[in-house]
């Protein structure tokens, strides 16, 4: 499985742009890479899943380089509703013959001040 | 989007009762589901994968006889703590892998959780 490494907490603003990197050296080829938002006592939130490139929706961005070894996601204008903790999980595919579990790390806290 | 659902949110318990907890995907079949545990300030930990129609397969230091699973639909698993103790208060939280829409869009959605604390 692959192993991500992402910094344990960050602070922002209201209304700043929120950009959070994750590494992820070992990723294998069939393993995709998906950000999750969880708040206290509450499961983890889909935000966004990617391949390569660049995928966006209604609440963040993910840029993935060419290499696919790190991505990262990006909030806009993040208000105090956005402070949780986000994990970056790496994952395979069972269709294309990857793995089959996701691990979880440490996650990072964003706290988000006004 | 794809619902997760588990039942109860919360429980309490006396030492050395079972306790049972659902967990659905409502708008989705699932063949496979994930069992994690959380405790305070920490991330999810992986306790066992749930096959529909077969055994689980149970992560490294989980008691199988312990934590019994249960995945017989498409739509319902669950997990079933037996002679709970206080050790085992925790955040359970299952999910439920969604790969219906094809190749590189596998996506596990989470349940809400249920908080157990044995007494």
């Known amino acids: 499985l692959a192993k991500t490494t992402q910094p344990i907490s960050m602070d922002s603003y209201e209304g700043q742009e929120v950009n959070i990197t994750c590494s992820h050296n070992?990723?294998?080829?069939?393993?995709?890479i998906t950000w999750y938002q969880q708040f206290p006592s509450q499961g983890p939130r889909f935000i966004i899943q990617?391949?390569?490139t660049k995928v966006t929706n209604e609440v963040a961005s993910l840029f993935i380089p060419a290499d696919r070894k790190s991505s990262t996601l990006s909030l806009p204008r993040v208000s105090l509703s956005d402070t949780a903790v986000y994990y970056c999980?790496?994952?395979?595919?069972?269709?294309?013959?990857?793995?089959?579990?996701?691990?979880f790390g440490t996650g990072t806290q964003l706290k988000v001040e006004l | 989007g794809a619902v997760v659902s588990q039942h109860p949110s919360r429980v309490i318990c006396k030492s050395g009762t079972s306790v049972k907890i659902e967990c659905r995907s409502l708008?989705?079949?699932?063949?496979?589901m994930f069992w994690y545990r959380q405790f305070p300030k920490q991330s999810l930990m992986l306790m066992a994968t749930?096959?529909?129609?077969?055994?689980?397969?149970?992560e490294q230091g989980v008691e199988k006889d312990k934590f019994l699973i249960n995945h017989a639909s498409l739509t319902l698993s669950t997990l079933t703590v037996t002679s709970a103790h206080p050790e085992d208060s925790s955040f359970y939280i299952c999910?439920?892998?969604?790969?219906?829409?094809?190749?590189?869009?596998?996506?596990?959605?989470f349940g809400p959780g249920t908080r157990l604390t044995v007494l």
């Open positions: 999910s439920a892998r969604d790969y219906s829409r094809g190749p590189h869009t596998d996506t596990q959605y």
């Open positions: 070992n990723i294998a080829t069939n393993d995709y």
């Open positions: 990617g391949y390569k």
């Open positions: 999980l790496v994952g395979g595919d069972i269709l294309t013959g990857g793995g089959n579990k996701l691990t």
């Open positions: 708008d989705f079949q699932a063949t496979t």
């Open positions: 749930s096959n529909e129609g077969s055994k689980a397969t149970y």
